[in-house]
């Protein structure tokens, strides 16, 4: 690994300054967290729930269980800054071999992964819009990463203003929902029958996690934050307290208009509840909505995803290839094509099972929970080997409170394995296949 230019650029970068306020914090870990998967993942918990205590339940614990990730993430960011994240935590704790592993698992299955679960949601609800036969939401999913992408390698900038009004639309789409599912949504004809389903609570567990996914983000603002030691811990209270009740508040919404096996059922629950209750204009006008917000993300997660693949192509020989730089466009071109082509074959994927976004959180989910629970462990180790290193926040109750969510990784690392489908079987596959290549480049001369 190519450690000189790391060095460099840490010695030559000017040191950010704090200017983040409390309130800058909590608005940007909300803006984060709170993406597309929020409509559609409250139908899979739904089919994974007994009853509708339970739902609202999963999902309070889920917001309990982000908070404690969240404080134990918080002291490895505080203590050691660096872009690289999870990357570096694991190289620091565990070497070269785990940071490489991690880095395959990133461009192969979890932000690919990630970027096709946003691209099957983009394809749900725009199929609400105009259904393109059978296999709409793929057909969509597929369209809207080769456009996105097309867009990206041709230099198209990031406008600010096109994010901020993609994620005002988004936050309208949401307190519509819970305003029309509350207040005007007529509640279904109560039933005697029993829930159609044989769920578990830890696959509930995974789609709820899956919606709070972002907090670890708060990490990379750590060294901009201002008073950090007393405002890290009160932003990441405040913005998973709220993200919480808005996540409460929409599936009371769904429960009141849909009622539990209606919401199980539904490919996109959102523009359903709106459809019972404004009829189809309420259905197309969510949809439209939604489509427009996922699109918004999808386009921010190829931007992204490309660049730590690019970054990946710089570190490592073996993957050299991904670090060419278009200078006439300023865009790795590389890299996003690989990304695209990794996207659309999971978008096959998803087509081939028949179901979609589903798929794509089985495919994701033990990568994911594997490398989190590593990073947990990483504290525990980094704690032991290197005592001396100031940290500004410590985690409160230490070790209780990293064990805790170790235990919790577990959990759902071995939730994602025991009801594994196919997509779980190719994301573990895909994995391993990283052994070989991990083997190959310690051959080479970097």
């Known amino acids: 690994m190519k450690n000189k230019n790391s060095s460099q650029l840490t010695s030559t970068s000017t040191a950010p300054k704090a200017a983040l306020t409390l309130i800058d914090a909590v608005a940007l870990i909300v803006g984060v967290v709170i993406g597309a998967g929020i409509f559609e993942t409250p139908a899979f918990v739904a089919a994974n729930a007994e009853s509708e205590t339970v739902v609202l339940l999963v999902w309070l614990l889920g917001g309990v269980m982000s908070l404690i990730g969240a404080i134990c993430y918080a002291e490895l960011a505080t203590?050691?800054?660096?872009?690289?994240g999870n990357y570096y935590y694991l190289q620091r704790a565990f070497g070269n071999s785990s940071a490489f592993l991690f880095a395959w698992a990133r461009m192969t299955v979890i932000q690919t992964g990630s970027l096709v679960l946003l691209a099957f949601v983009f394809g749900d609800y725009a199929s609400q819009i105009l259904r393109l036969g059978d296999s709409s939401s793929s057909i969509y999913a597929a369209l809207a990463i080769s456009v996105l992408t097309i867009l990206n390698t041709l230099g198209i900038s990031q406008g600010k203003w096109t994010q901020n009004w993609l994620t005002v639309a988004k936050v309208l789409g949401l307190l519509l929902v819970v305003i029309i599912g509350i207040v005007f949504a007529s509640p279904p004809a109560a039933t005697t029958s029993e829930p159609a389903n044989s769920g578990t609570w830890g696959m509930a567990m995974i789609f709820v996690l899956l919606s709070y996914g972002g907090w670890n983000e708060a990490a990379y603002i750590s060294a901009e934050l201002r008073n950090l030691k007393r405002n890290m811990v009160r932003s990441l209270l405040w913005?998973?307290?709220?993200?919480?009740?808005?996540?409460?508040?929409?599936n009371a919404a769904y429960i009141q208009g849909l009622g539990l096996e209606t919401m199980a059922a539904s490919e996109a629950v959102a523009a359903e509840l709106m459809r019972r209750a404004l009829?189809?204009?309420?259905?197309?006008?969510?949809?439209?909505?939604?489509?427009?917000?996922?699109?918004?993300?999808?386009?921010?997660?190829?931007?992204?995803?490309?660049?730590?693949?690019?970054?990946?192509?710089?570190?490592?020989?073996?993957?050299?290839?991904?670090?060419?730089?278009?200078?006439?466009?300023?865009t790795p071109t590389s890299a996003?094509?690989?990304?695209?082509?990794?996207?659309?074959?999971?978008?096959?994927?998803?087509?081939?099972?028949?179901?979609?976004?589903?798929?794509?959180?089985?495919?994701?989910?033990?990568a994911f929970w594997f490398f989190f629970l590593l990073t947990s462990l990483s504290l525990l180790v980094l704690r032991f080997k290197e005592p001396d290193v100031p940290r500004p926040f410590k985690v409160p109750f230490y070790p209780l409170t990293p064990i805790l969510f170790c235990l919790i990784c577990v959990y759902l690392l071995y939730s994602s394995l025991a009801y594994a489908r196919v997509g779980a079987l190719v994301g573990v596959a895909v994995l391993i296949a990283g052994l070989p290549l991990l083997l190959w480049s310690r051959r080479q001369k970097v």
């Open 239 to 250: 913005s998973i307290g709220i993200i919480t009740l808005i996540y409460l508040a929409i």
């Open 336 to 366: 996003l094509l690989v990304q695209a082509a990794i996207a659309l074959f999971l978008v096959l994927l998803g087509t081939f099972t028949r179901r979609g976004f589903e798929t794509m959180v089985d495919y994701t989910a033990p």
């Open 79 to 84: 203590a050691y800054p660096h872009a690289g």
């Open 279 to 330: 009829g189809e204009p309420g259905a197309w006008f969510i949809s439209l909505l939604i489509a427009i917000s996922t699109l918004g993300a999808i386009n921010a997660t190829i931007f992204t995803g490309a660049r730590t693949n690019y970054a990946l192509g710089k570190d490592f020989a073996l993957f050299s290839w991904l670090g060419n730089w278009n200078r006439r466009n300023q």
